[in-house]
């Protein structure tokens, strides 16, 4: 029998009052780590600009956000994320708001593009940090406590000044990881494998994170589809 019109239909997901729909994403692909040759630092943090691909994957970015009705562009206090937001900031005419606590996990004495190398050339830290999960394994690195707070602290204050709007947050690996996995009750390291220039989509009210998208990359064509970038 066909079904009754007058029956009871599915729903769909409808975001709760007052809740922020959040698009984070992933900073596009940043330049090569040179061995001698460490990358700046911006409080610490290494501050490399953006690789002439991550240049193009934050254009696709921006083709694929221009129609969303943003009520804020936000990056961090590092330039590959405000480079990465650039081109949609200037379609929807938005300048973006810097919001420092959404920065990268700080990786110690690994800083500056020694992370990479050392992922690189196998080093023993690396093994344990992707069985153990945590970031503070390697010497000197923000404690896994501290970085959960500040990205909460950061996450919140966005979502506070935005009730029933929609925002793009453009930020780190393993930001958007320590966020989706909160939102999911996860392990910790669960959605640290976000692609550069990927789109994860997470709604947040006072007492509740739902978890929409992860790693949408349909924007950036098959040219970028490549095996997920470790963080930084």
Known sequence: MPPSPSGVRQQR???PAGATDVLLIRHGESAPAEPGAPFPLVDGHGDPPLHPDGREQASRVADRLAGEDLAAIYVTNLR????TAAPLAERLGLGPVVEADLREVHLGEWEGGVFRQ???EGHPIVARLREEERWDLIPGAEPASEF????RAGLLR????H???VVAVFTHGGVIGQIL???TGARSFAFTGADNASISHVVVTEDRWVLRRYNDTTHLGPRFASAAQPPT
Not at 80 to 83: D, I, L, V
Not at 148 to 151: H, T
């Open 163 to 165: 009730p029933d709007r």
């Open 80 to 83: 590959r994320t405000a480079e």
């Open 148 to 151: 959960a707070a500040r990205v």
């Open 118 to 120: 050392r992922v690189a």
């Open 158 to 161: 966005i979502v506070s000044a």
């Open 181 to 183: 996995g909160e939102a």
């Open 13 to 15: 997901f409808h975001s």
